[in-house]
Nanobody, 116 residues
Framework: QVQLVEPGGGLVRSGRSLGLCCAA?????????MKWYRQAPGQKREWVAS????????YYRTSVKDRSSISRDNEENMAYLQMNRLRPEDTAVYYC?????????WGQGTQVTVSS
């Protein structure tokens, strides 16, 4: 059974940095692209960043592109999202995501709150 667990998150001041991690189990992690999504209160869940499984290619939504870094450790089955120069509008529940065998699999989410 695939599990995605995101410890971390928290409350930070605007302009500061925060790192999120996602621990994956139950799958051959190195084979899968990983993504981060977020959902702000009253808003739809939106894609934040992606990382490819082999070449490590990365993609970001425009609003975070110059402030964020997604990475992975295929030995430890971990995915990471480093966010810098955080803004109040980054406040959301952040989820890691993988698609496996046609299924959309989500972590439980972790709350990130950015105070102004």
């Amino acid at each position: 059974q695939v599990q995605l667990v995101e410890p971390g998150g928290g409350l930070v001041r605007s302009g500061r940095s925060l790192g999120l991690c996602c621990a994956a189990s139950g799958l051959s992690f190195w084979r899968y692209g990983m993504k981060w999504y977020r959902q702000a209160p009253g808003q739809k869940r939106e894609w934040v960043a992606s990382i490819f499984p082999t070449n490590g290619g990365t993609y970001y939504r425009t609003s975070v592109k110059d402030r964020s870094s997604i990475s992975r450790d295929n030995e430890e089955n971990m995915a990471y999202l480093q966010m810098n120069r955080l803004r109040p509008e980054d406040t959301a529940v952040y989820y890691c995501y993988v698609r496996d065998s046609g299924l959309d699999l989500w972590g439980q989410g972790t709350q990130v709150t950015v105070s102004s």
